[in-house]
């Protein structure tokens, strides 16, 4: 069975609670035995710092979201440090800029970015970054701020094609998930297909986002295989060389063979 690694999921989600561990199966079930569950405020990333530490094949990040950066205080910051030196924990996130809804400025949500990049150099992570509507000071933060030789992702790619090169050269990989088999997402489809497969991972950004086959239904990472599909159309290469490259890259951007003491 061709296997495929989750880069994006949100685990803690109450439209989770009732069937959890089934899910795990489901995900297994369809190659999806390697997840990584976001954290997006300090209350969370604690949830999924402990949830990991119980779950093999689970892994996790810790960070405050852009579009709730008004719940993050000053006190916050070291227990996020603690965090994110927890077992199984690989990257900081997702953390960014969103100005998709106006009362989110850039002068509330870029001290908190930096302040994130800060803590992931400190404690040598890679970052989860999440982008909307930000693509050219997200990028101006993250020249002026990060060090590029710890990699991450730009999750849920969704800048032009300029942005998908810069977040290349800062060495970052970019994620595609349901978005990508939308009718109207042509054009992400022709970014994605001008980008190296060896700088691409999948997610789902469950329970968000989900593929065409089951819009309106909750998201959940059994359903990446048809995101899956719809990359080896796009890259026009098989099912089985994107399975062996996004696995390979997310192995790589979190560095999960040296956590499992196979490198
Ligand atoms: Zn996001
Ligand atoms: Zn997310």
Same mark, same amino acid.
Request: net charge negative; glycine share 8%.
């Given at each position: 069975m061709?296997k495929?690694i989750?880069?994006h999921v949100h685990?803690?989600?109450?439209?989770?609670?009732?069937?959890r561990d089934?899910?795990?199966?489901r995900?297994a079930s369809?190659g999806?035995?390697?997840?990584?569950?976001?954290?997006?405020?300090?209350d969370? +990333?604690?949830w999924?710092?402990?949830y990991v530490?119980?779950h093999p094949?689970?892994?996790g990040?810790v960070?405050?979201?852009?579009?709730?950066?008004?719940?993050? +205080?000053?006190?916050h910051?070291?227990?996020?440090?603690?965090?994110?030196k927890?077992p199984?924990i690989v990257?900081? =996130? %997702?953390? =960014?800029?969103?100005?998709?809804r106006p009362e989110?400025t850039?002068?509330?949500? %870029?001290?908190?970015f930096?302040?994130?990049?800060?803590?992931?150099?400190?404690?040598?992570l890679p970052l989860?970054?999440h982008?909307?509507?930000?693509?050219?000071?997200?990028?101006?933060?993250?020249?002026?701020?990060w060090?590029?030789?710890?990699?991450?992702?730009?999750?849920?790619?969704a800048?032009?094609?300029?942005?998908?090169?810069a977040?290349?050269?800062?060495?970052?990989d970019?994620?595609?998930?349901?978005?990508l088999t939308y009718?109207s997402?042509?054009g992400l489809?022709?970014?994605?297909?001008?980008m190296?497969?060896?700088?691409?991972?999948l997610?789902?950004?469950?329970?968000?986002l989900?593929?065409?086959a089951?819009?309106?239904?909750?998201n %959940?990472?059994a359903?990446?295989?048809?995101?899956a599909?719809?990359?080896?159309?796009v890259? /026009?290469? +098989?099912?089985? %060389?994107?399975?062996?490259?996004?696995?390979? /890259?997310?192995?790589?951007?979190?560095?999960?063979?040296?956590?499992?003491?196979?490198?």
């Amino acid at each position: 069975m061709l296997k495929y690694i989750d880069t994006h999921v949100h685990l803690d989600d109450t439209r989770y609670d009732d069937d959890r561990d089934a899910l795990l199966a489901r995900a297994a079930s369809a190659g999806v035995d390697t997840l990584i569950t976001i954290g997006t405020t300090l209350d969370d +990333s604690r949830w999924v710092a402990d949830y990991v530490a119980a779950h093999p094949g689970v892994y996790g990040t810790v960070g405050q979201h852009p579009e709730l950066v008004d719940r993050i +205080s000053d006190g916050h910051y070291a227990e996020f440090k603690a965090l994110a030196k927890r077992p199984r924990i690989v990257a900081v =996130g %997702e953390v =960014g800029l969103d100005f998709h809804r106006p009362e989110f400025t850039l002068a509330a949500q %870029e001290p908190v970015f930096r302040r994130m990049i800060a803590l992931a150099r400190e404690v040598g992570l890679p970052l989860v970054i999440h982008n909307r509507d930000a693509n050219a000071d997200t990028l101006r933060v993250l020249r002026e701020a990060w060090d590029p030789a710890l990699g991450g992702v730009f999750h849920c790619f969704a800048g032009d094609l300029e942005t998908a090169k810069a977040a290349v050269d800062l060495n970052f990989d970019l994620a595609v998930g349901g978005v990508l088999t939308y009718k109207s997402a042509q054009g992400l489809r022709d970014i994605i297909a001008a980008m190296p497969l060896e700088r691409l991972v999948l997610e789902t950004d469950g329970p968000w986002l989900t593929p065409q086959a089951w819009r309106g239904k909750r998201n %959940e990472p059994a359903y990446m295989t048809a995101v899956a599909q719809q990359l080896a159309e796009v890259k /026009n290469v +098989s099912l089985e %060389e994107i399975a062996a490259a996004t696995t390979a /890259n997310a192995r790589r951007v979190f560095g999960l063979d040296r956590l499992e003491g196979k490198a």
